[in-house]
């Protein structure tokens, strides 16, 4: 599998990752798979690939996400860079949902660890996986297939949906706002609001920025192109840009936040009529900065 090499990945991490991961199961699905023929039965013909997504390695991979290997890979990896508990931290960005959301649509949604999550703990939703990677998108359709869930996956980006406004009222996002530039991961609040309906609600889990922003280290072992940016961001202060209320991130231990915010009703100024735990959770100043 074609990865980077003298970087902190391949001295560091790669070698650790070896010895925690039996890496012949992933050799024989890399190769039992045809890439080709399975990519182009999700890819979508009118997807060009914006230049920040497509010019980058991540994770010591090279092409990144549109490489096979990454979604190969990416689970027996995840499952390591999520402590205490992969599970844990993902069944965070679930509790943080208020209500029944009956339609949803998880962003930039990988191999469909959090979409899957959702569709369980949400039966009757129509949940929507979303991402660019069509590869990514394979291994998510086949673990959805697996665990007997319907879900819908497409090639598409998360700042240019193509659905309609106040579309669903569930939008989230896992572990995907450190993978964009800043300017982008605002156009996608943007376009969640779109597609939001009032009172719909926006999820985001991912790296705690705080605790990113302390540990300098951290974003360079993992090579991520834009996780420094991202550190020096505020999702809340994105959300509040936006147009969002009720704005809430919590700490998920110290390595992870969960973010959540209101799409605000029309008339009845920021009733939120989907729970009342929200005022319940602790919250974290807005700054003004963005
Ligand atoms: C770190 S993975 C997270 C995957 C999954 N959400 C999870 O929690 O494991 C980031 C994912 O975001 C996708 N991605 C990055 N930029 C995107 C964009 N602009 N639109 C849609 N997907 C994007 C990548 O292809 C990749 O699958």
Same mark, same amino acid.
């Given at each position: 599998?074609a990865?980077?090499?003298?970087?902190?990945?391949?001295?560091?991490?790669?070698?650790?990752?070896?010895?925690? =991961?039996?890496?012949?199961?992933?050799?024989?699905?890399?190769?039992?798979?045809?890439w080709?023929?399975?990519s182009?039965?999700?890819k979508?013909?009118?997807?060009?690939y914006?230049?920040?997504y497509s010019s980058q390695n991540f994770?010591?991979v090279n092409r990144g996400y549109l490489n096979p290997s990454a979604a190969?890979?990416?689970?027996?990896?995840?499952?390591?860079?999520?402590?205490?508990?992969?599970?844990? $931290?993902?069944?965070?960005?679930?509790?943080?949902?208020?209500?029944?959301?009956?339609?949803?649509?998880?962003?930039?949604?990988?191999?469909?660890?959090?979409?899957?999550?959702?569709?369980?703990?949400?039966?009757? %939703?129509?949940?929507?996986?979303?991402d660019l990677s069509p590869y990514m998108?394979?291994?998510?359709?086949?673990? %959805?297939?697996?665990?007997?869930?319907?879900?819908? !996956?497409?090639?598409?980006?998360?700042?240019?949906?193509?659905?309609? &406004?106040?579309?669903?009222?569930?939008?989230?996002?896992?572990?995907?706002?450190?993978?964009?530039?800043? $300017?982008?991961?605002?156009?996608?609040?943007?376009?969640?609001?779109?597609?939001?309906?009032?009172?719909?609600? =926006?999820?985001?889990?991912?790296?705690?920025?705080?605790?990113?922003?302390?540990?300098? !280290?951290?974003?360079?072992?993992?090579?991520?192109?834009?996780?420094?940016?991202? %550190?020096?961001?505020?999702?809340?202060?994105?959300?509040?840009?936006?147009?969002?209320?009720? $704005?809430?991130?919590?700490?998920?231990?110290?390595?992870?936040?969960?973010?959540?915010?209101?799409?605000?009703?029309?008339?009845?100024?920021?009733? &939120?009529?989907?729970?009342?735990?929200?005022?319940?959770?602790?919250?974290?100043?807005?700054? %003004?900065? $963005?």
């Amino acid at each position: 599998m074609a990865t980077t090499n003298n970087t902190l990945w391949s001295q560091f991490l790669k070698p650790v990752y070896q010895l925690l =991961v039996d890496e012949k199961p992933l050799k024989d699905l890399y190769e039992s798979t045809d890439w080709d023929r399975e990519s182009d039965r999700l890819k979508n013909p009118n997807l060009v690939y914006p230049n920040y997504y497509s010019s980058q390695n991540f994770h010591g991979v090279n092409r990144g996400y549109l490489n096979p290997s990454a979604a190969v890979t990416y689970d027996s990896v995840t499952q390591y860079v999520l402590p205490p508990n992969e599970t844990w $931290i993902r069944q965070e960005a679930i509790n943080a949902i208020g209500g029944r959301p009956r339609r949803i649509l998880d962003l930039g949604c990988g191999t469909g660890s959090t979409t899957i999550m959702l569709k369980q703990a949400f039966p009757n %939703a129509e949940v929507i996986g979303l991402d660019l990677s069509p590869y990514m998108l394979i291994m998510a359709e086949r673990k %959805a297939r697996q665990a007997g869930l319907e879900i819908q !996956w497409l090639h598409r980006k998360a700042e240019a949906t193509s659905f309609p &406004n106040n579309d669903f009222d569930l939008v989230t996002a896992s572990l995907l706002f450190h993978e964009t530039p800043p $300017i982008i991961s605002q156009q996608i609040l943007q376009e969640t609001f779109r597609i939001l309906i009032p009172g719909g609600q =926006v999820i985001i889990l991912d790296g705690n920025q705080k605790t990113l922003r302390e540990t300098s !280290w951290l974003t360079e072992i993992f090579e991520e192109p834009y996780i420094r940016d991202y %550190a020096l961001g505020n999702v809340d202060a994105w959300l509040g840009a936006t147009g969002f209320a009720s $704005i809430r991130t919590n700490d998920v231990w110290w390595t992870n936040q969960v973010s959540r915010g209101l799409k605000p009703l029309p008339i009845q100024n920021n009733v &939120n009529h989907f729970d009342t735990e929200i005022d319940t959770l602790d919250s974290r100043e807005v700054p %003004a900065a $963005i």
